[in-house]
């Protein structure tokens, strides 16, 4: 998978995944006071900053791996400096990256626009969801509120996975930080599509 692909695409890739490794870990807490305040849909709401570096990689680096590998290596990342979830949240990181891989794969890795990054968004949110449908024993609650969770969380990973990603790779780019990396070579007119 990483054959084709130059060492500072690895790195900028593993520098990635450990910054949102640590953001994944301060949301858990965010996510946890603002259930406090809210009840559980809170997590639903915040599940689209989970899979975000999928996103962001994926656009900038724009090979075949770059969702997946991100978002595991973060996940794992996360493990290590004291998610209490343990183990078992590298796999939900694998889940949310092959849910975002798969919608890339399905373009040919060629389509980087607003809409393909936020049915990558939708596509984590999917493969999360059915996840956590079969871990977390969604089938107890109420058909309308399991719908409602849902809902939201496709919205969450549109828009904050999404578009939030597309936004932070935009910025980047115009830093002049990116040159070399495949999204610089993409026509101008392209990039705001």
């Known amino acids: 998978m990483l054959k084709s692909w130059k060492l500072k695409e690895v790195i900028l890739m593993s ?3 450990v910054v949102f490794g640590i953001v994944y870990l301060l949301f858990v807490h965010a996510a946890n006071i603002w259930a406090a305040v809210i009840g559980p849909l809170a997590y639903e ?3 689209g ?5 999928s996103i962001i990689c994926m656009y900038i680096i724009r090979k075949p ?3 997946f590998l991100s978002e595991t290596i973060a996940s794992a990342i ?5 998610n209490a979830v343990g ?3 590298i796999l939900s990181g694998v889940i949310q990256g092959l849910g975002a891989e798969a919608i890339f794969a399905m373009t040919g890795y060629k389509h980087f626009n607003v809409l393909v990054l936020m049915l990558a968004g939708i596509g ?3 493969f999360s969801f059915v996840y956590g449908y079969f871990i977390s024993g969604y089938a107890v609650l109420d058909p309308s509120f399991i719908a409602l969770m849902f809902t939201i969380r496709v919205l969450s990973g549109a828009i904050i996975a999404g578009i939030g990603g597309k936004y932070i790779g935009d910025v980047l780019l115009a830093t002049g ?3 070399g990396y495949a999204i610089s070579r993409t026509k101008k007119g392209d990039i705001n599509v």
Do not use: N, T
């Open 15 to 17: 520098l990635f995944a």
């Open 124 to 126: 984590s949110a999917v």
């Open 49 to 53: 900053i989970w899979f975000i570096v």
């Open 45 to 47: 709401w915040m599940f």
């Open 65 to 67: 791996g770059a969702a």
């Open 177 to 179: 930080s990116l040159r």
């Open 78 to 82: 996360e493990v290590l400096i004291g």
């Open 87 to 89: 183990p078992r949240l």
